[in-house]
């Protein structure tokens, strides 16, 4: 039931674009993404509430795909700040997931 | 606003004692979560409460843990007897009016060591 993010872990330098995808076995009525720094609480970056709907936030965007149950974060051209564990969010139903999380790491 | 407060930031109990963690919602939010973080499971829900009414606690791992809303502002997380695989990050977080569906706004955490 928890969804499955890939890549595990991944490594950019500075400027970098990156993909980070979650996938959900069970029918998704909406898709959170949720950023969290080591020794911190996860913090909101957005939800996406509709099949096929994309979102985006300065250079940080998401797409979900209802149909595949899946649900892609795309970072552009990243920062040192971007550095952080990614968490989705799957909502279906009344129940909600997070996911197995991404580490991603931004180096100069 | 303050944002989501919890209490303690840290706690550390020998096994066997009864631990209880605090949280205060954002005032105005309709729902209040509980979640668990560790390294080997990740982020866990343990139960939400929609206007002080507990919703869904199929994430509490077992008896000893139990969780009370009794107004508004104020929750509570107990668990007694405490093991030390309980050891882990609590979090709290809540939402307005459509609870999961909506942005969840998470507390600092709880810290909890059991020795």
Sequence with gaps: QQPVQSPQAVILREGEDAVINCSSSKALYSVHWYRQKHGEAPVFLMILLKGGEQKGHDKISASFNEKKQQSSLYLTASQLSYSGTYFCGTVSGNQFYFGTGTSLTVIP | DAGVIQSPRHEVTEMGQEVTLRCKPISGHDYLFW??????????????????????????????????????????????????????VYFCASSQLGGPKETQYFGPGTRLLVL
Excluded: C, W
Aim: glycine share 4%; hydrophobic share 35%.
């Design chain 2, 35 to 88: 979640y668990r973080q560790t390294m080997m499971r990740g982020l866990e829900l343990l139960i939400y409460f929609n206007n002080n009414v507990p919703i869904d606690d199929s994430g509490m791992p077992e008896d000893r843990f139990s969780a009370k809303m009794p107004n508004a502002s104020f929750s509570t997380l107990k668990i007694q007897p405490s093991e030390p695989r309980d050891s882990a």
